[in-house]
């Protein structure tokens, strides 16, 4: 157990819906990265943020957006779904500390779009 | 931007020894790292290497050459439970987002 937690576990949904995942990191951890894994494409970082901020930006589609709450939670939305979203979204935390830090992944959820 | 390369697949025997390759090209590299991942689970960080050099971690050895662009894990005593897919990550610069390879799946066989 990596103290990151993600909920929903599964989600099963409809093309064009909407949806919310929601993490929260490790006690202490200020930083909250959240990655799309799909089966051809491997592991994808999407977006990162550190104690509320917006820090880094990867290949994350117009029609995702994040955000980090006060409490450090952080909830990645996904609207306008495709079938192509249907995937496994990672979120992980680090301390950010140094150049050493690593990042601890949470379970992850598991989007199917039909 | 950055470019990871690894084996997509590899076999090896329990008990026995197994090396990952892993080469990438990138500017400003600011460190590597290697992850497990078992199917359908989240991945689990396995070492970090900054300089050249090998760092030993119990059964597993990470190795980085910088001006190869080239890295390795190695895997000793092999164990059932090592079957898993293994990613290479680089860190690029002073940004923390990592990048990851399509990682290797490695089968271990009695």
């Known amino acids: 157990d990596s103290g990151v937690t993600q909920t929903p576990k599964h989600l099963i949904t409809a093309t064009g819906q909407r949806v919310t995942l929601r993490c929260s990191p490790r006690?202490?951890?200020?930083?909250v990265y959240w990655y799309q894994q799909s089966l051809d494409q491997g592991l994808q970082f999407l977006i990162q943020y550190y104690n509320g901020e917006e820090r880094a930006k990867g290949n994350i589609l117009e029609r995702f957006s994040a955000q980090q709450f006060p409490d450090l939670h952080s909830e990645l939305n996904l609207s306008s779904l495709e079938l192509g979203d249907s995937a496994l979204y990672f979120c992980a935390s680090s301390v950010d500390e140094g150049s050493t830090y690593e990042q601890y992944f949470g379970p992850g959820t598991r989007l199917t779009v039909t | 931007g950055q470019n990871i390369d690894q084996p997509t697949e590899m076999t090896a025997t329990e008990g026995a020894i197994v090396q990952i390759n892993c080469t990438y090209q990138t500017s400003g590299f600011n460190g590597l790292f290697w992850y497990q991942q078992h199917a359908g689970e989240a991945p689990t960080f396995l070492s970090y290497?900054?300089?050249?050099g090998l760092e030993e971690k119990g059964r597993f050895s990470s190795f980085l050459s910088r001006s190869k662009g080239y890295s390795y894990l190695l895997l000793k005593e092999l164990q059932m439970k090592d079957s898993a897919s293994y990613l290479c990550a680089v860190r690029e610069g002073w940004d923390e987002k990592l990048t990851f390879g399509t990682g290797t799946r490695l089968t271990i066989i009695p």
């Open positions: 290497n900054v300089l050249d």
């Open positions: 006690s202490g951890d200020l930083s």
